[in-house]
């Protein structure tokens, strides 16, 4: 079983994200969750999301999670959330930053002699499609990282997922795809 | 005539996503509905259908669930299929109209998503609103997952309306432990979904008018009685029908479903009893005690009502020691499914070790954790054959450790 963490704040595209990921991954055989937890929290606010993925059906409903990922899209949260809650020796961290890794090490200690990946995810959502939507291209970078699927596969797949959008803004999240892949460090 | 949805053969998703699409393969004709949480999807999945030109029918926005329920009434009694959902204060409101219902023995479909009653306000899971309508004269489907309430959806119309049935039905899912948790759902492709429903059969119906008929009269003493008797005794042998719908089912799709749901229960010493979504979460930890060579099992109720006391005393039979969970606040006894399931094997003149747990009232996370150490606690009684802990615990709870007896 793979799980994955989204830290994210309400309306920066998480659940999206997740949901999409969940998507994508369904369509290859495998089975997947996607969910969230909203509580009453309004735009703005600091929530989690996440994916549970695996070869047989999901039958673990906890909320409970030990993530071998997690996804930080708002750079203020490595500050202020916990996102090393419940981690395991080997969890893996994405964090949307514009500073390198050291930077971020030394302004977050506790990512010390931990498994980190930095991409700025604000600035390329920015870029590529115009606003500050941090959810595609953190999914990009967590193709890179974790070799789930390459990226031809994964933005064909990730298209049919967008189908109901205007083509103009799945061009622009393919870009977005594209650059965190590549831009991830 | 309603566009057919492009669907593929697995969708991921939500178990509002899948009872809305459900709702919409059906082709209800009225939905009568005021948006809740967390079942809000439902209806504005369902109406952004229609507004897309997928289903024929009525959808109504009125000014409150006793309204949304007494429109599914209204219509139902005029002779439509009719259809709506809902959550905790909601149905709460709707508890009148539900008795309503029920004794006019109008067969409309309820999709209920659990959520905990206030004070204090929540809109988190739990099963207060589905244990406050148990007594309502409603059929009850559990699901535990959206491909469930996806196919129980389906099946609970044509259960419902069946001429030696006419009642309402629910359906009920947990709050988004599955109202919005995606997952792997196989649909039905749409003719086949609504060939299986079937066409709406109407009875008695108020605007046929070459045959006047008045619905919901006042009987008092006279007829009272009978009404619910016979109300009651149709209920009960409702369960015929409900065997045949889910073998009908299983021909369609593959997919089982029997009153009561039962895991690794053959030679099981001990086991879990629980309802939704921790049904599939403590068969993760009857797998862990089963690699420490512990007999665990899980069983659970499909059908609430008619409540399958033959079925639940088959499923107990070699059993040494079951808890019983209870999802709602008991209110100053044991949880009601605790009361039942003892009664069941008091009649079969079986005595197991039966302890009632009550855990995740208003979305507090039920672990694997949890479970285990539930399952720890009945191998325990098991292995001594004598109780070893209170008859009553909550588990999940901050603070110093509540039981009784």
Not at chain 2, 4 to 25: F, H, I, P, S, T
Not at chain 2, 55 to 60: L, N
Not at chain 2, 371 to 385: F, H, P, S
């Amino acid at each position: 079983m793979l799980e994955i963490r989204w830290h994210s704040r309400a309306g920066q595209g998480a659940v999206t994200g997740a949901k999409g990921l969940a998507d994508v991954v369904a369509n290859t055989g495998k089975f997947v969750q996607a969910f969230a937890f909203y509580g009453s929290a309004k735009r703005g606010a600091a929530m989690t999301a996440y994916n549970r993925v695996d070869d047989k059906p999901i039958l673990n409903h906890e909320k409970f999670m030990r993530p071998d990922y997690v996804l930080v899209i708002d750079p203020g949260l490595t500050y202020t959330a916990d996102i090393t809650a419940n981690e395991k020796e080997d969890t893996k961290y994405i964090i949307t930053t514009h500073l390198s890794k050291e930077e971020l090490i030394n302004a977050q200690p506790k990512l010390k002699g931990k498994e980190v990946y930095v991409v700025d995810c604000m600035q390329i959502s920015l870029d590529t499609i115009g606003r500050a939507i941090p959810n595609t291209p953190m999914l990009g970078a967590l193709m890179k990282v974790s070799g789930m699927f390459d990226l031809d596969y994964f933005q064909n797949a990730m298209k049919k997922v967008l189908s109901k959008f205007p083509q103009k803004i799945i061009d622009a999240n393919m870009a977005a795809i594209e650059r965190a892949y590549n831009e991830v460090k | 005539m309603a566009k057919k949805y492009e669907l593929n053969e697995v969708e991921v998703w939500d178990g509002n996503m899948a009872a809305a699409q459900a709702l919409r393969q059906a082709q209800v004709d009225v939905v009568a509905a005021y948006p809740i949480t967390p079942s809000t999807p439902i209806v504005q999945n369902y109406s952004q259908f229609l507004a897309d030109g997928y289903v024929d029918g009525d959808f109504i926005m009125v000014e409150s669930e006793h309204s949304a329920m007494s429109g599914c009434v209204a219509a139902s009694a005029a002779g439509a299929r009719a259809a709506t959902a809902t959550s905790s204060q909601g149905f709460a409101l709707m508890v009148e109209v539900l008795y309503q219902a029920s004794g006019m023995r109008l067969p409309i479909v309820l999709t209920v998503v659990n959520r905990a009653l206030a004070a204090p306000l929540n809109v988190n899971g739990d099963h207060s609103d589905m244990y406050l309508g148990r007594d309502a004269g409603w059929i009850n489907l559990c699901s535990y997952n959206p491909q469930e309430a996806y196919d129980l959806t389906l099946m609970a119309f044509k259960i419902g309306e069946d001429l030696d049935v006419r009642l309402p039905v629910m359906v009920h899912q947990d709050g988004f432990l599955c109202s919005h948790t995606a997952q792997n759902v196989r649909p039905l492709q749409d003719e086949v979904a609504t060939e299986f429903v079937g066409e709406y059969k109407p009875v008695n119906s108020m605007l046929d008018v070459s045959n006047p008929v008045t619905h919901g009269v006042q009987t008092e003493e006279d007829w009272h009685f009978e009404h619910k008797a016979r109300q009651h005794n149709d209920l009960m042998n409702s369960k015929k029908v409900i065997k045949r719908v889910f073998e009908e089912f299983k021909d369609l799709t593959g997919r089982e479903y029997d009153f009561v749901y039962k895991y690794k229960m053959d030679d099981a010493d001990i086991a879990i009893f629980a309802l939704g979504t921790t049904v599939e979460s403590a068969q993760v930890a009857a797998d862990k005690m089963r690699e420490e060579g512990i007999k665990a099992g899980v069983v659970s109720l499909r059908v609430l009502r008619p409540f399958p006391f033959e079925e639940v005393q088959d499923a107990f039979s070699n059993i040494k020691a079951v808890a019983v969970m209870d999802r709602s606040a008991p209110g100053g006894t044991f949880g009601a499914l605790f009361n039942e399931i003892s009664a069941a094997m008091l009649a079969a003149g079986k005595s197991p070790i039966i302890l009632n747990y009550i855990y995740g009232l208003g979305g507090r996370d039920t672990t694997i954790e949890h479970l285990v150490d539930i399952y720890r606690q009945l191998d325990e009684c098991a292995k001594a054959g004598e109780r070893k802990y209170p008859l009553q615990q909550f588990i999940g709870l901050r603070g110093p450790k509540l039981s009784f007896y």
